[in-house]
């Protein structure tokens, strides 16, 4: 791997990603074509994520036959129950599965490191930002996504203030085990320590939910709809009002999942597709026509429906985007297994798309001079938290209340931490602990710790304002359209104030 140099003429970079050849281009030029090829990366971990949740969504609605007698008619009771609990599907499913990018980003960035005593800075660099990024352009988004200023408010306070909890305690954890406990050294036992706290976080979310007494907050639980995705926000006219929804693209798809698909189900020019019509595309995909679908770059709806400009950008996307989808077409349907196939698949692609991401951040900062852990913390976390953006966007359009929406940012910075920098962090002091009998090095602790900081005044800013806007307009997400964009502003102003300031810091302006 080549040296870094922080001058700002960054010096011939050596390596190369693909083919020797690259070495003869420009930095400049290098720079340009990695650059590209990242946001490519981006956009399919984005193409993925969709997949991936419709496979989750799946999951979701398994149910298991019960069968029980009434005590007083001796009748046979048969009752379907949901096999997944809410609150453990939003935990592991949901935020474990789109933290997955980072989670293995990082864990590659410490195979490759095994052998060191210090360890990457890549890894953790993306995890903080990743949080960052996670909660203010995240809440940014959500909160504007409920449609004609339907407000949607979380109706289990209890888990979420737990959720909360342990959020805010794995950033305080990791300031301790890097300035407090032993500085700018991670042991065995301290990694350890790290990854086990994700299981205290399920048993105590589940505890929460159950409303375990002595380990449980009492509050009450407001209304929850019994599929965790309903078809439809039946609260909503979809029909009308459009001209109150900012953020409606004309051509957009209903069948918000699968964001990647020519097929238009529904909302296409702002009108209903018939449902025999979405039965039966919905029917050919899945079983038979998946490849065709992924090279085809215009639907006969859209041919139909569309204006020649909105068709020619629909086309130029679906050309620039039609390898990922051949690529991805050949992810399992979702029927399968209730679903297991397509997730487990969706994760494997987004490990490899990880590891390319990685690839290409060293020869980035190579061709540039530029820090890798400035990268990580901007650009790859930004990027890698793409599939957090989506998932979190589909669940508060699709769902009646915030509870997903906001559950998959809140765990999803715990399960960055625990897991994200607990699982890399443990397999490297496994192999210095057990080969040379040393603890690893932080080189960058000071800087990951000053970043904490930020993070922490930042995020304070943030929940203020999401408890002000419950108390104030009864709900987290929606209320009147300028109040919500007024909180999305003010949410990415935190954002850019925390980018800024741990930039400078790395800089040594500050």
């Not at 238009?264 to 065709?292: A, C, F, I, M, W």
């Amino acid at each position: 791997m080549a040296n870094i140099n922080m001058a700002n003429t960054a010096p011939k970079c050596d390596t190369y990603l693909l083919v020797n050849g690259e070495t003869l281009l420009p930095n400049g030029v290098r720079a340009f074509i990695y650059s590209v090829a990242l946001a490519y990366c981006f956009i399919g971990l984005s193409a993925i994520t969709g997949r991936f949740f419709k496979s989750m969504e799946n999951i979701m609605k398994h149910s298991r036959e019960v069968v029980t007698v009434d005590p007083h008619t001796n009748s046979t009771i048969v009752k379907h129950e949901k096999v997944w609990n809410y609150t453990i599907a939003d935990i592991t499913l949901l935020a474990f599965g789109t933290s997955f990018p980072q989670i293995s980003l990082a864990t590659i960035d410490a195979i490759r490191n095994l052998g060191r005593l210090t360890a990457g800075g890549l890894g953790p660099g993306t995890l903080v930002g990743s949080a960052a990024f996670d909660l203010f352009p995240i809440h940014a988004v959500c909160v504007v996504m409920p449609r004609a200023g339907s407000k949607k408010k979380i109706s289990d306070l209890g888990v979420w203030l737990v959720e909360l909890f342990w959020s805010f305690w794995a950033y305080i954890w990791l300031y301790i085990i890097l300035e407090v406990w032993t500085p700018k050294v991670i042991t065995l036992w301290e990694a350890l320590l790290t990854v086990l706290q994700y299981g205290l976080l399920l048993l105590h979310a589940y505890a929460q939910d159950k409303r375990w007494p002595y380990v449980s907050i009492p509050l009450a639980r407001g209304d929850r709809p019994e599929d965790w995705v309903p078809a439809e926000d039946t609260s909503v006219d979809y029909d009308n009002n459009y001209d109150e929804i900012g953020e409606t693209v004309p051509g957009q798809t209903e069948d918000i999942v699968d964001i990647f698909s020519v097929h238009s189900y529904s909302n296409e020019g702002y009108h209903h597709v018939p449902g025999k019509d979405v039965e039966e595309s919905s029917t050919s995909l899945t079983v038979k026509n998946r490849q065709e679908d992924a090279v085809t770059l215009e639907s006969s709806e859209s041919r139909k429906t569309d204006s020649v400009c909105l068709r020619f950008v629909r086309i130029t996307w679906n050309l620039i985007i039609a390898p990922w989808k051949l690529l991805f077409s050949f992810v399992p349907p979702y029927e399968i297994a209730h679903g297991w196939f397509a997730f487990i698949c969706s994760l494997i692609f987004i490990s490899g798309i990880a590891y390319g991401v990685t690839k290409l951040t060293d020869q980035i900062s190579c061709v540039t001079g530029v820090s890798p852990y400035v990268i990580a913390f901007t650009a790859l976390a930004a990027g890698t938290s793409w599939p957090d953006l989506v998932a979190s966007k589909i669940a508060a359009e699709r769902q009646i209340t915030a509870d997903s929406a906001i559950a998959n940012i809140t765990c999803s910075n715990s399960v960055n931490i625990y897991l994200g920098i607990g699982v890399p962090w443990l397999v490297d002091t496994m192999y210095n602990f057990f080969v040379y009998q040393k603890p690893l090095y932080i080189d960058n602790a000071a800087d990951l710790s000053f970043s904490l900081l930020v993070f922490f005044a930042t995020s304070f800013g943030c929940i203020t304002v999401l408890v002000l806007r419950r108390v104030i307009l009864g709900a987290e997400l929606g209320g009147p359209r300028l109040w919500a964009w007024v909180t999305s502003v003010y949410f990415m102003i935190l954002w850019v104030v925390f980018v800024v300031l741990s930039s400078l810091r790395i800089s040594r302006v500050i």
